[in-house]
Every structure is written in C-alpha cells, then in structure tokens.
C-alpha cells in the first residue's frame, strides 16, 4: 500500500496549494491514505473548523498537528469534533483531543496515526519516548501500519525517536522545522523515516511566513507578528511503500512540486 504524507500546510497558499496538487499527486503516486500536518493552515498559525474542512474536501484523509495547534480559540472545539485530526499525545490527560487514531485507507488496511512532540527548545510536555512507546503498544493491538508524525525542532531528538521507534513502526516522520531534509532511510529493514517532510505553503517566504516580517525580528531583535507569505505555492511531501500485513516499509520518496505562477 501507499501512502502519502504532507509536510506543514501554512496559510491559505498551502491549502490551495495542496487542493490544486492533488489530482496530479493521485494520478501519480495512487496513494490509499494522504496525511497532511495542518497545524499552520489558518493564516499560517493554528487551525479553525473550516480550514480542516477545506483540506478534509482536498482529499486528505488524516490530519496530525502541533504545538500551534492551540494558536486559535475555536482549535478544543474542532480537535473534539473531528474525528479525522490529532494532536500530540503526550499533552496532558484531559487535553482536547486525541493523540492517536486508526483510519481505514482505501485498500481496506487499518493505518494506524500516532502524534507527538519534542521538548528540546520546545515547552515542556510529557516525555514523548515512553509515550510513544505507550501509545504504540495500543495500535499494534489493531494494526501493524503505524505511522508516526514526530513535531519537534531537534534533529538529534528526531533521530533518536526513528531509533526508538524501529521495528515497531511503519514510519517517522518528522515536521516542525519546514526545511524538507535529504536523510529519508529504511532503518531496520522496518521504519521508513525523515528528519524532517518540509512545508507546504508560499515559495516568496521565509519557511512560510513573510520575507520582511522575519527580518525584521532577526535584524532587530524585537517581535513581530508573523504574517503568511504569498506568491506561488510549494510542496513538500513524502509518499511511503508498506507491506500491510507487517507494517514494514519498503521504500520512502521525497516529493517537491509547485502550484501557481
């Protein structure tokens, strides 16, 4: 089976982005399940009830999160109501929410999607090593696809995830960072994994957000808020081969593609 998975939707650019893309992505890589992080999606931080239905209508299946997942009022509501969406999973308990939940793709294979974040040069957050170990010790109950979405900033944190993770997951896959890194591997002969997917959003930006803006704040050292940029769109995403009655990977292949002039 395949499946197709989306780094970091920023702003409205991204979700046109991955609306326009789709059909060629579908037509090309025949993916059964597509996974997008979305937690930049609504003005390129935090998410509302209809930007998760915009990219839920584009023809993503699953949505994982983030730490700006919470960056709007509405996020509790739509993370309770929507049953195809995750937050990190090593939040509190009593959070809004869910970390974790299983998605049938179209092949018919149980796909198990687990999410969670770092704590290097993060919050502070419940250890996400144990759990992960946690949380996948309760999906291998259903399914032996799992694919994780580790949001974290740290490329040492992310490797050392992949490791701890190997053999007992589908994929790792790392997101926070918005930089498409080059180190996709098999590990294990199991574990498809990535430091980090990328983003998808506006190419005239910095990592999504508007050039002036940030150099703003680095030129001066004072905030700003934060604006999404513009201009044409980008992607990148990862699309992963998995034996779906072991759960191992086969293959992982970096994908980058344009939308609009």
């Not at 900033?153 to 993770?165: D, F, G, I, W």
């Not at 050292?221 to 513009?230: C, M, Q, V």
Request: glycine share 12%; proline share 6%.
């Amino acid at each position: 089976m395949r499946i197709l998975f989306i780094g970091d939707v920023v702003g409205r650019v991204g979700r046109e982005t991955v609306a326009g893309l789709m059909p060629d992505l579908r037509e090309e890589h025949a993916p059964d399940l597509v996974i997008a992080n979305c937690e930049n999606a609504a003005g390129g931080l935090g998410i509302t009830e209809r930007t998760v239905r915009e990219l839920l209508g584009s023809g993503v299946d699953v949505l994982t999160t983030g730490d700006h997942v919470w960056d709007r009022k509405e996020a509790p509501k739509v993370l309770e109501t929507e049953r195809r969406i995750v937050r990190p999973a090593n939040y509190p308990p009593g959070t809004p929410g869910r970390g974790r939940l299983v998605a049938e793709a179209g092949d018919g294979t149980p796909v198990g999607v687990l999410s969670l974040q770092g704590r290097t040069f993060m919050k502070p957050l419940e250890c996400p090593f144990r759990t992960a170990a946690a949380e996948v010790e309760e999906l291998v109950g259903t399914t032996p696809v799992i694919v994780c979405d580790f949001h974290a900033e740290a490329t040492s944190e992310k490797v050392a995830m992949t490791e701890h993770l190997a053999g007992r997951v589908s994929a790792v896959l790392g997101t926070h960072t918005h930089v498409q890194t080059a180190d996709e591997r098999i590990v294990g002969g199991h574990t498809a994994a990535i430091t980090d997917v990328g983003m998808t959003g506006p190419t005239c930006s910095v990592i999504g957000m508007k050039r002036d803006v940030a150099l703003e704040r680095f030129l001066t050292g004072r905030p700003r808020r934060y604006e999404p940029g513009t201009g044409p769109g980008m992607m990148n995403a990862v699309v992963l081969e998995v034996d779906p009655r072991t759960g191992a990977a086969s293959s992982i292949e970096r994908v980058q593609a344009t939308f609009g002039e």
